[in-house]
């Protein structure tokens, strides 16, 4: 007799309405009333079992560093907080991803799906802030436009952070007498700003861009006395921190059938750092820089066998 054998694209295990468990990825669908109204979708995150979110960023159990992608493009933190979860159909974590996200990638991938829309959108939003202790302030604006053919958004952040410190220690030992008076004023500025483009050119292709920036500017300057045993040295230093990074991507995706797709990748990376301090009559200064360009031609195929084996 002959066999039927049956070729399976995938095996879906459902514990519930919510959650869909795949063989490479896990599926949580969002609902908004489940959530404060006007929550950001970062906290959506927070609810995954498996992720913990951070400042510094996200981890899958506690040991992959995860790489956030919002409606197919690299995103970051920054980006997501200004996502209201409203917004959000579903978030997929995935363990083990395919080499479309990168060569180099040995972590995870989080993708946020946001809701389609099927009317035009605009959508903008300021939001400011101030700090009466450390005499900082901060400006972030934000904007969203939506197409049938056209996904833009961008999104800005400027904030300063000054601050005064002043101190005075006096120490004694034996007949040792040590007392030193610090005065500390640090002004400084940090930027943030990220864009992302998607056009479909078809059904089957579309085209992304996407670029971000992060810079920040301090200056420090310290002026003070030591006395030690009634002799009194005056000092002045300064110091200064520059940082600068410049990231653009472009995909386009062209999708030759259902489980086959074809992706050309670019990628430009432009890093400057430089700090200098002046101590009395020294001067010491360090400048790193890093320039990168990369690109990749990337043939995906979900489904193949091998030996008549499904992979």
Do not use: C
């Not at 450390?134 to 400006?139: I, T």
């Not at 400084?188 to 050119?201: A, E, F």
């Not at 410049?246 to 050309?264: E, M, P, Q, R």
Request: glycine residues 6%; aromatic residues 10%.
């Amino acid at each position: 007799s002959k066999e039927n054998r049956t070729l399976l694209d995938e095996v879906l295990i459902t514990g519930d309405n919510s959650v869909t468990e795949k063989a490479n990825k896990t599926i949580f669908k969002i609902n908004s009333n489940d959530f404060l109204k006007n929550a950001k979708a970062n906290v959506a995150l927070k609810t995954i079992p498996n992720l913990s979110v951070t400042g510094q960023g996200i981890m899958i159990d506690n040991r992959k560093e995860a790489i956030l992608f919002i409606d197919g493009i690299e995103s970051s933190l920054e980006e997501l907080n200004r996502i209201s979860v409203k917004e959000i159909s579903k978030i997929e974590v995935i363990s083990n991803p395919s080499a479309s996200y990168g060569d180099e990638l040995t972590g995870g991938v989080i993708k946020v799906i946001k809701k389609e829309r099927s009317k035009n959108l605009f959508k903008g939003e300021i939001e400011t802030y101030k700090g009466l202790r450390l005499h900082s302030f901060g400006v972030l604006p934000s904007f969203a436009f939506k197409n049938k053919a056209i996904i833009f958004n961008t999104f800005y952040s400027y904030g300063t952070n000054n601050q005064i410190n002043n101190s005075e220690s006096y120490r004694t030992y034996e007949d040792l007498n040590y007392n030193q008076i610090i005065n500390k004023e640090i002004k400084g500025d940090q930027n943030y700003s990220s864009s992302r483009l998607k056009i479909n050119l078809s059904e089957k292709s579309n085209i992304v861009f996407s670029g971000r920036y992060f810079g920040y500017s301090f200056k420090g300057n310290s002026t003070g006395s030591i006395t030690e045993n009634n002799v009194k040295n005056n000092y002045e230093s300064t110091n200064t921190e520059l940082l600068k990074k410049i990231t653009i991507n472009s995909v386009y995706k062209y999708a030759l059938n259902d489980h086959n797709s074809l992706f050309l990748k670019f990628k430009y990376f432009d890093y400057l750092n430089k700090s200098t301090s002046i101590y009395l009559s020294d001067f010491n200064s360090v400048i790193s820089k890093i320039d990168e360009v990369s690109s990749a031609l990337v043939y995906e195929k979900n489904i193949a066998t091998i030996l008549k084996l499904p992979v």
